[in-house]
């Protein structure tokens, strides 16, 4: 382990994974600098999360001179690597780190990590649940820890994490395009256009993403997904083993996960394992059947029980935000999938379902191309209600209504408040109301979870 006592350390960030930074730093002796855009009045819940550490902070803006004797600066997630502070100080030669990062560095225990462009918190849960389910099953000391981008920080429990436990890790690629450490068992679901006003090209995201694969070493695993063309690309940069997933039978004597006559099968060289039949899946959509190949087939890569998978499989309901159903109020379902970010996430959504939707679209725009989506919304949609900034956006990409075509209305809202009333209005018996909106929450939510809660809550008093 690192000894970063006397160490200067700036954390840019204030929430989650900076506080959660702040507590390692101090604890081992670091000198920690808080610097956060905003002013000191309006950081009352991080300041209070953090009054009892020994740091300093940089309020209303990152300024350049408490880089002066700096040794690391610790990035949060939300942070862009092009902002004047940090590239003030890569001119210095100082270090660049995150949270994650660090825990991979000082973490004791195996660690499966998953990132992709949609899926990833789902199935980070869903292997999650199946390695508590084997240690359970085992009645030893043997504990999961689930975490990254999904739920806490796992820096914070690196002190009570024991050697024979597994650690899940959801990894996005904001953390992921500075790290130069990878997990032992790591997972690329699917690569798909997202984040592209972050990265700046789709060659760029490819390789944040690319980099959970790159620094194994010859005995870890890496875990593919065999219908994603760019996912399944990567194969030349795997260092030890492959373990993919995909719906179709493997050739040869590959390893990985498939379907076979309604069953979800496990082949691992010439040996073939009939895991569980896919009726047991709960989970919605074929986005959630490759989602749940892939955990089992991390889960075969961190050799959990299969009797454990099983029965994480048949119980597993899903994750918050994340085509949750929420109520059914006059026979109409209201579903909740906040998540869907991208637009790529509200098609897998739409596809889904062959009741009768009314789609909730809009917030910011991530720069994203919105034809793909406009072409479905016009084929399988009854009515569109379009929210937020990105609402002109999206109802020039779907065009003007033409004759034949399945969608019967658009109405422009200005906010999800609007839209919720207006849904109310326009839903019918044996509807589904569903916000999957395609593009961020940050033009009226602190995030996607925010904008959830807010939707859970309205149709909850319905």
């Known amino acids: ?16 994974q900076g506080q959660a930074l702040a507590r390692f730093f101090t604890k081992r002796g670091a000198n920690v600098v808080v610097t956060d855009n905003r002013e000191k009045a309006q950081l009352t819940e991080e300041l209070k999360a953090l009054e009892s550490l020994p740091l300093t902070f940089d ?94 920080p796992l820096i914070d429990h690196l002190d009570e994490i024991q050697e024979d436990d597994l650690a899940i890790m959801e990894l996005s690629s904001f953390q992921l395009e500075l790290m130069k450490r990878s997990p032992q068992i790591a997972a690329v679901l699917n690569i798909t256009p997202n984040h592209l006003d972050r990265h700046g090209s789709m060659a760029a995201y490819i390789d944040a993403k690319s980099r959970i694969i790159w620094y194994q070493h010859a005995d870890d695993i890496a875990v593919l997904n065999r219908d994603d063309g760019v996912s399944w690309e990567l194969q030349p940069d795997i260092k030890g083993d492959l373990i993919s997933f995909g719906l179709n039978k493997l050739e040869g004597r590959s390893n990985g996960t498939y379907l076979d006559q309604d069953w979800v099968w496990l082949q691992i060289g010439k040996e073939k394992l009939k895991m569980f039949p896919v009726e047991w899946i709960q989970l919605r959509g074929k ?165 959830g809660q807010f939707f859970r809550e309205w149709v909850n008093k319905l």
């Open 1 to 16: 382990m690192k000894n970063y006592s006397g160490k200067k350390v700036i954390i840019i960030g204030a929430a989650r």
């Open 59 to 152: 309020f209303g803006g990152h300024h350049a001179d408490i880089l002066d004797g700096a040794d690391l600066v610790c990035v949060s997630g939300g942070v862009p690597l092009t902002i004047p502070f940090i590239q003030e100080a890569l001119i210095h030669h100082i270090p660049l780190t995150n949270d994650s990062q660090i825990f991979l560095e000082e973490c004791s225990c195996t660690v499966a990590g998953i990132t992709g462009s949609a899926g990833k918190s789902t199935t980070t849960a869903l292997v999650g649940a199946m390695a508590e389910t084997t240690f359970a099953m085992k009645s030893n000391r043997q504990k999961a820890w689930v975490g990254g981008n999904i739920g806490n």
């Open 287 to 451: 986005h959630n059947l490759y989602n749940v190949l892939a955990a089992s087939a991390i889960a075969a890569a961190a050799t959990l029980a299969l009797p454990a998978i099983q029965t994480a499989v048949e119980e597993f309901e899903g994750v918050p935000h994340r085509m949750e159903f929420v109520r059914e109020v006059n026979n109409v379902q209201w579903i909740n999938d906040s998540i869907a970010t991208a637009p790529e996430r509200t098609i897998a959504a739409i596809e889904s379902f062959k009741e009768p939707l009314i789609l909730l679209l809009g917030g910011r725009d991530k720069n994203l191309p919105w034809d793909r989506l406009a072409a479905l919304v016009r084929s399988k949609v009854e009515r569109a209600i379009l929210f937020g900034e990105a609402a002109d956006l999206i109802n020039e990409a779907i065009g003007p209504r033409k004759p034949g075509q399945h969608l019967k209305s658009v109405v422009v809202v200005k906010d999800l408040a609007e839209a919720l009333k207006t849904a109310q209005i326009q839903a019918q018996e044996g509807d589904v109301v569903l916000l999957s909106p395609g593009a961020t929450s940050y033009d009226a939510f602190k995030d996607f979870e925010e904008r």
